[in-house]
C-alpha cells in the first residue's frame, strides 16, 4: 500500500548536479520524520539529510553538508534531495525513507519505517 518511489538518478561528472525526489503515496508524510539514505558498494546503508514534519530540523551528513540541501512538500507527498558539486565519492544507490514517526532527526536505519526502491547516482572525474 504504502509506496515511496525515487526518481532523478543518473551519471554526472565530478563538479556537476542532480535533484532527486521522492514521491510518497499510501499515506500522508504531514507527520513523519522524512530522509534521504545511501549505500555504496560494500558498504553500509547511511543517512544523508533528514528532514523533520515542519521542516525546522535538518540534518545532513557532514560529507554533503554546504553541498546538499534536502526539501519537503506534505501536500504533495515529495521529498526532494538537491545535490550540488557532486564528487566520485557520493556514487551510491540513493533511498527515499520515511521515518517511523514525528522524530526530529531520522538518520538511523533503526528509525525507518519505509524506504523506497532506490535510484542510482554516478559523479565520475
Known amino acids: 500500500q504504502v509506496q515511496l518511489v525515487e526518481s532523478g538518478g543518473g551519471s554526472v561528472r565530478a563538479g556537476g548536479s542532480l535533484r532527486l525526489s521522492c514521491e510518497v503515496s499510501?499515506?500522508?508524510?504531514?507527520?513523519?520524520?522524512m530522509a534521504w539514505y545511501r549505500q555504496a558498494p560494500g558498504q553500509e546503508r547511511e543517512g544523508v539529510a533528514s528532514?523533520?514534519?515542519?521542516?525546522?530540523?535538518?540534518e545532513y551528513l557532514d560529507s554533503v553538508k554546504a553541498r546538499f540541501t534536502v526539501s519537503r512538500d506534505n501536500a504533495k507527498r515529495t521529498v526532494d534531495l538537491l545535490m550540488e558539486n557532486l564528487k566520485p565519492e557520493d556514487t551510491a544507490m540513493y533511498f527515499c525513507?520515511?521515518?517511523?514517526?514525528?522524530?526530529?532527526?531520522?538518520?538511523?536505519?533503526?528509525?525507518?519505517?519505509?524506504w523506497g526502491k532506490g535510484t542510482q547516482v554516478t559523479a565520475a572525474s
Open positions: 525513507a520515511a521515518a517511523v514517526g514525528n522524530f526530529r532527526s531520522c538518520l538511523r536505519p533503526h528509525d525507518i519505517a519505509d
Open positions: 499510501g499515506y500522508s508524510i504531514t507527520n513523519r520524520c
Open positions: 528532514i523533520s514534519p515542519g521542516s525546522t530540523i535538518i
